[in-house]
């Protein structure tokens, strides 16, 4: 008996690491930037400190964090960092175990703790990204003035009575948060919470990647969808102030 149990113990410890060898070689296949992206902003030069790529204003007050899609790094949002800078927001968006931002939710923390300067913070992400980014907001509702969601919505309903301002910003073609799944994802949102549906945009071009996997054909160009996408965020986002 004693035998069968190791046996099968052993067994067992083998299938885990091999179903973890397995995952992990499988989350090492990202979707980086795109050459499009490249020929927009400067990565090289994108500040990287604590496992954050940061692109910060001068004594800004207001910040937003913005978690990755799954399997997507950061600097495939550098175009969206980058241009929210330049309106006088700071832009984080930081690097997640395995590229998956729902083992480190609470990453928001962090970067919190890091930049007491900045007064106000908004937090959100694309897909996988967003609800994680989620999940954090729901334990910390008092920190932020407000959530975001790029092609993303929440796992659960503990946000109906959030307090602070919400943004959900779809795309017509995406594959994977389909218009149906924003569409059941209201029921667990607050009243006042803001949508936009980007006409022709699909799931990968919330980001700078190239194509993804499950994803839809889009009908715009990734650079037509990013600022499409940056204009709604900073017709929701608080108009950034300087401290003095």
Same mark, same amino acid.
């Given at each position: =008996?004693?035998?069968?149990?190791?046996?099968? *113990?052993?067994?067992?410890?083998?299938?885990?690491?091999?179903?973890?060898?397995?995952? !992990?070689?499988?989350?090492?296949?990202? +979707?980086?930037?795109?050459?499009? @992206?490249?020929?927009?902003?400067?990565?090289? #030069?994108?500040?990287?400190?604590? *496992?954050? +790529?940061?692109?910060?204003?001068?004594?800004? &007050?207001?910040?937003?964090?913005? !978690?990755?899609?799954?399997?997507?790094?950061? @600097?495939? +949002?550098? %175009?969206?960092? &980058?241009?929210? =800078?330049?309106?006088? !927001?700071?832009? /984080?968006?930081?690097? =997640?175990?395995?590229? /998956?931002?729902?083992?480190?939710?609470?990453?928001?923390? &962090?970067?919190?703790?890091?930049?007491?300067?900045?007064?106000?913070? !908004?937090?959100?992400?694309?897909? @996988?990204?967003?609800?994680?980014?989620?999940?954090?907001?729901?334990?910390? #509702?008092?920190? @932020?003035?407000?959530?975001? /969601?790029?092609?993303? %919505?929440?796992?659960?309903?503990?946000?109906?009575?959030?307090?602070?301002?919400?943004?959900?910003?779809?795309?017509?073609?995406?594959?994977?948060?389909?218009?149906?799944?924003?569409?059941?994802?209201?029921? #667990?949102?607050?009243?006042?919470?803001?949508?936009?549906?980007?006409?022709? *945009?699909?799931?990968?071009?919330?980001? =700078? +990647?190239?194509?993804?996997? *499950? &994803?839809?054909?889009?009908?715009?160009?990734?650079?037509?969808?990013?600022?499409?996408?940056?204009?709604?965020?900073?017709?929701?986002?608080?108009?950034?102030?300087?401290?003095?």
């Amino acid at each position: =008996m004693k035998k069968l149990l190791k046996i099968t *113990g052993i067994t067992l410890l083998a299938l885990i690491i091999l179903s973890f060898g397995a995952f !992990y070689t499988w989350s090492r296949f990202t +979707y980086g930037p795109s050459e499009a @992206l490249k020929k927009q902003v400067n990565i090289e #030069q994108v500040e990287h400190k604590n *496992g954050v +790529y940061a692109f910060e204003t001068t004594k800004s &007050d207001t910040g937003v964090i913005l !978690y990755p899609g799954a399997k997507v790094e950061p @600097l495939a +949002y550098a %175009y969206i960092g &980058d241009a929210l =800078m330049k309106k006088g !927001y700071s832009v /984080f968006i930081p690097e =997640m175990p395995f590229s /998956f931002a729902i083992f480190n939710t609470k990453k928001a923390q &962090d970067i919190i703790k890091d930049h007491q300067a900045i007064k106000h913070w !908004y937090i959100g992400g694309h897909s @996988l990204g967003g609800t994680a980014a989620a999940m954090y907001a729901e334990e910390n #509702q008092s920190k @932020l003035d407000g959530l975001f /969601f790029l092609a993303s %919505y929440p796992a659960s309903d503990d946000l109906k009575q959030a307090p602070f301002k919400v943004l959900s910003i779809s795309g017509e073609k995406d594959g994977l948060a389909t218009q149906e799944k924003i569409k059941q994802s209201k029921k #667990q949102l607050p009243s006042q919470t803001v949508y936009h549906e980007i006409q022709g *945009g699909n799931h990968a071009q919330f980001g =700078m +990647y190239g194509k993804q996997k *499950g &994803d839809r054909p889009a009908d715009i160009s990734a650079l037509t969808q990013q600022k499409d996408i940056i204009q709604r965020m900073i017709e929701w986002l608080k108009p950034a102030k300087k401290l003095p």
